[in-house]
């Protein structure tokens, strides 16, 4: 769904105000939640969302306006074809988007994004069966991979860096940073 459950936010938002990084890319921003939740701690910060299903942006309004800020750039693409440089940011978020993709495709991303530049990685996803097809006539909302906590925090830990999750009852949160 375009939406994320609540649990696991409060944590990652320590985690933003702790780096306030300044360049952002959310991936499959849905209805803008991270935007919502972490640009109020820092109003500088340049957000751009890489959204897979165009009729998103439109309705959940994903256009930074005069009077809101939500992305200051929207690039309608799937991720796994997107340009290197979009990830070559501070904060790279793949917020309950990684279960709509192959583990590989996943895997495949996760790496690109590091091996492209990105400081932090912030990645949430149900790590309980969490079965779901197509929602409101968009195929991209069907969970095609299930994952569990041992298994993302492997695919982290391959990356190097240093890493922090969060392991909930429904949602696993992740903050993987680059060492100096």
Known sequence: ??????EGKDWSLARFERHLPDTVTDIGPGNGTYARLFRPAHHGAWWTGIEIHKPYVAKYKLRSTKT??????IHIEDARQ????????????????LEHMPR????????????A???HILVSL???????????GNPHEAHLHQWDSGDMDQVLAS???SLEA????TLGVWWWSRRL
Do not use: K
Request: hydrophobic share 40%.
């Open 117 to 119: 530049g990105a400081w």
């Open 104 to 115: 590989e495709d996943a895997v495949t991303l996760l790496q690109r994004i590091e091996q």
């Open 166 to 169: 969060m392991h909930g009852r």
């Open 1 to 6: 769904m375009p939406t994320s459950d609540a």
């Open 68 to 73: 809101r800020r939500m992305y200051d750039e």
């Open 82 to 97: 997107s340009a290197d440089h979009l990830f070559h940011r501070d904060l790279v978020i793949a917020g309950d988007v």
């Open 126 to 136: 149900p790590i309980v069966e969490s079965v779901q097809g197509e929602v409101d």
């Open 159 to 161: 990356l190097g860096g």
